[in-house]
């Protein structure tokens, strides 16, 4: 994952072999969270460690999320 302000935005690039069902938009969420003092990033980071899904989860809108490119 990186991530740099462009402007008012901000772009978080994903790089990865696959991913589940609205990871990105649960990772993004979470850092949002974290921006808004909501959440800890340790608990980010604990929570993307142990590949266990738990409660409370915040989805970011899917809008302004962009697919660049898909490898095989």
């Not at 991913?19 to 340790?42: N, P, T």
Request: proline content about 4%.
């Amino acid at each position: 994952m990186r991530a740099r302000q462009e402007g008012p935005c901000v772009a978080i690039e994903f790089d990865g072999n696959g991913f589940s069902l609205q990871m990105i938009r649960l990772i993004v969420g979470s850092l949002v969270k974290c921006a808004l003092d909501k959440m800890r990033i340790e608990d980010v980071t604990a929570r993307l460690d142990s590949g266990q899904v738990g409660s409370p989860r915040f989805a970011a809108p899917a809008e302004g999320l962009f697919l660049v490119r898909v490898r095989y």
